[in-house]
Each structure stands twice: as structure tokens, then as C-alpha cells.
């Protein structure tokens, strides 16, 4: 019998998931374990993964001068693409006003919020780690990345003897880090349908949520529809010059992943399969841009801050300037990359925008209700983005793809 390919398996989870949490949202316990494990699985990965594959990325890149381009075109990508969402949201935003009228009723209290509470400035500081192996334990993406990126380049300036040696041996240590990846990715279908069984029995009174709400993910979700659905393919046709959908066919194990799993990070193992065996992106490119753009690059996200600023504002009948409306832009865009690609990440990272143009940071509570939802959808969104520049970057130093 010919084995069912693994978004099939994986879409046919999903499906049966939803049945099963609404038909049975008392058994959800017997079953959501395995979404559980899987997302263990995958959280296990990421630390080793992404520190050897950006190491091995950067030394394959090679040359100090090779490394500065790529690098260049992969920050103004995912500036140029966070600040176009950005921009599409406030457009939506500004157009339908979802928050003109709502009523206030704010009480609820968030996790994590004192924490996040930190100055960006302290935020950027705090990526030089002080002792890299706290670091590790304490899953500070940006930390480590910033980290592997030094060792990476390091390598290169070192000589001979020791850049071949430590070339080799990284090189080795991702490829073990892919072949446990792949492992783990095996599971995907049983680990989607605990999770997805689980979410759907605890938000099974959707209706519930309410018209202004439901105005508010509205216009999240056509911001987000437009920018995946117009603006990156624009982007993959013209400047990449690939086939758009085709790209999307081979990278949808990904985004159904992400869109499950709520987490970009949890997603990359996937999404580094997708790009370089469907897509065809060299490995030298995904090594280095997929894991980077995994934690700072997320369009859905940065859309969704802006958004929710722009709704919280409304809603509490504070008229924000066109100054205060680009300050906004500005601190959403920052707010986005300073996100970890975790679920609910970026609900924490809202108060950096509301503090900065003035908005009262219980305003949070209005957006709480519905925030797992949308971060399915800007997760998605999130991980669209960084194939796409994966695909774009590839495709302008002259790789061949498949798409
Ligand atoms: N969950 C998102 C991600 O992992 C981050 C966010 O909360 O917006 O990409």
C-alpha cells in the first residue's frame, strides 16, 4: 500500500481533531497527552538545532563578504515585509474601526506582563548574553542566536586547521540535530490531533465571543489574508520570481504545523524540510535565514500588534495622531521582533506599543478572549514569511529551485 503523504496525514488529523473536541470535549483528556509529547519533541529540538544549524549556515556561507550580503538581504526582507503588514493592518484598522463603541469591560489580569514591562532599550541589551549557558536553559532565542552567529563568524577568521575541523564537525552535529528532527516530525498527525482536540473543546462557545470581537478578528484576519494572499506573492513573482502557489503547495506541512502549534519555533524543523526538500533551497540558505526568521521575522504578528493598539485605542475613545499612529508603526515592528516564536507571544509584547504611544496596559484584558485564535492565524502567517524570504533570498543569489 502506498503511504498517505504527510500533510494528507496530517490534514486528516486535523479534521477528525476538530470532530472529536466538539463531540467529545470530556475525552479531551485521554487524547490531548500526544499533543503534549509532540510539542515536547519538538521544544527538545530547537535549542540544539537552531545553534548548529546557524553555526554550520554561516561557515558554509563562507566568506566574510558573502555572509554580509546574504545577511543585508535577509534583514531588509524582513523589515521591508513586517513594515508592509504593519501598514496593511493600520489601513484595515483605520477603514473599519472595530473598537468605535465597544463596550469595557476590563478586569482580567495577564501572566507575564510585569515581565515584559522592560524598557526596549533594556530588551536589546539583554540579547548579549551574560553567561550563554543561562541562556540555554532559559530559552533566550535572541541570546543564542546572537551567540551562534559570533561562533559562526569566528570560525571563519580562524585558521585552517580549526575553521575545516569546526566546519566539519557543525556541519555533522546538524545533520544528526535534522535526522532526530525528522524523527520527531513522524509524529506530527497524533501530536496535531491532541492539540487541535484540546483547543477546540476549550473554545467551544465561539458565539459567545461577541459581535465587536468578532469585528476585531475580522479585521485581523483580512489584514493577514491580504498581506499572504497578495502582498508576498507579489513579492515571491516579482522579485523571486518563483511560482507563488506552487511555493505555498510545498511548504503547507509548515503552515498547518504553525497554525496548530501556535509557535514559529516549534514550526522550524518543519519548515527547513518544506523549503529545502519541496522548495529546493539550498541548505547554506535555509541554515542560516529560516532559524534567524523563526524568531525575529513575523508578519502576522506585527500586524496583529498594530492592530490591537489601534482596537484598544478606539475602544477607550483615545484619538491617536497621525505622530502617535506612527509611532505605532515604529514600536510594532520592534514589538514583532523582540516576540520568542512561542504561543501567545505576542499578546505580552503589546504593552511595548501601548506604552509607547499612551494607551493604559490593561487594555490587554479587551484582546485576551480571542487571542489564542488569532494566534493561530498570525503564527501562519509568521512561518508564510519566512519561506518566502527563504525562497526570495535563494532565488537572488542564483540558486536553481524547484518551485
Ligand atoms: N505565536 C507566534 C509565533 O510563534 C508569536 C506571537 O505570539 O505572535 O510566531
Known amino acids: 500500500m502506498k503511504k498517505l503523504k504527510l500533510h494528507w496525514q496530517i490534514l486528516i488529523a486535523f479534521i477528525l481533531a476538530i470532530v472529536f473536541g466538539l463531540l467529545f470535549p470530556n475525552h479531551v483528556k485521554y487524547v490531548s497527552w500526544m499533543g503534549d509529547l509532540f510539542l515536547r519533541g519538538l521544544k527538545m529540538v530547537i535549542i540544539p538545532l537552531i545553534l548548529s544549524s546557524i553555526i554550520s549556515g554561516i561557515t558554509n556561507i563562507g566568506t566574510a563578504e558573502n555572509l554580509g550580503r546574504i545577511g543585508f538581504k535577509t534583514l531588509i526582507y524582513y523589515i521591508l515585509t513586517s513594515t508592509l503588514a504593519i501598514i496593511t493592518g493600520l489601513l484595515f484598522v483605520n477603514f473599519i474601526k472595530p473598537g468605535v463603541g465597544a463596550d469595557l469591560g476590563l478586569s482580567q489580569t495577564i501572566d507575564g506582563l510585569g515581565a515584559s514591562r522592560e524598557s526596549f532599550g533594556g530588551t536589546m541589551l539583554n540579547i548579549v548574553p551574560t553567561n550563554i549557558f543561562a541562556a540555554f536553559v532559559e530559552n533566550k532565542m ?198 520568542a516564536g512561542i504561543p501567545m507571544a505576542g499578546l505580552v509584547m503589546i504593552t511595548i506599543v501601548l506604552s509607547a504611544i499612551g494607551l493604559p496596559l490593561e487594555g490587554v484584558g479587551l484582546i485576551l478572549a480571542v487571542d489564542r485564535i488569532l494566534d493561530m492565524f498570525r503564527t501562519a502567517v509568521n512561518v508564510w514569511s519566512d519561506t518566502c524570504g527563504a525562497v526570495i533570498i535563494a532565488k537572488t543569489e542564483g540558486e536553481k529551485l524547484k518551485v
Request: cysteine-free; glycine content about 6%; hydrophobic content about 55%.
Open 142 to 339: 535572541l541570546s543564542i542566536i546572537f551567540f551562534a552567529v559570533l561562533f559562526g563568524f569566528f570560525i571563519t577568521q580562524t585558521k585552517n586547521k580549526h575553521r575545516i575541523f569546526l566546519t566539519d564537525l557543525f556541519n555533522s552535529i546538524f545533520d544528526v540535530m535534522l535526522k532526530i528532527t525528522m524523527f520527531v516530525i513522524k509524529f506530527t498527525p497524533l501530536g496535531i490531533f491532541g492539540i487541535i482536540a484540546k483547543v477546540v473543546s476549550e473554545h467551544s462557545n465561539l458565539s459567545e465571543l461577541g459581535t465587536r470581537m468578532g469585528i476585531y478578528m475580522a479585521t485581523v484576519f483580512i489584514g493577514l489574508v491580504v498581506h499572504s494572499f497578495i502582498t508576498l506573492p507579489l513579492l515571491l513573482k516579482f522579485i523571486g520570481k518563483v511560482n507563488p502557489l506552487k511555493h505555498f503547495n510545498a511548504v503547507k506541512t509548515a503552515l498547518i504545523t504553525a497554525f496548530s502549534t501556535s509557535s514559529s519555533s516549534a514550526t522550524l524543523p518543519l519548515t527547513i524540510d518544506a523549503v529545502e526538500n519541496n522548495s529546493g533551497v539550498s541548505n547554506k540558505i535555509t541554515s542560516f535565514t529560516l532559524p534567524l526568521g523563526a524568531t525575529v521575522n513575523m508578519d502576522g504578528t506585527a500586524l496583529y500588534e498594530l492592530v490591537a493598539a489601534m482596537f484598544i485605542a478606539q475602544a477607550y475613545g483615545i484619538h491617536l495622531s497621525i505622530t502617535a499612529q506612527i509611532i505605532a508603526v515604529f514600536t510594532a515592528l520592534l514589538a514583532s521582533i523582540g516576540a
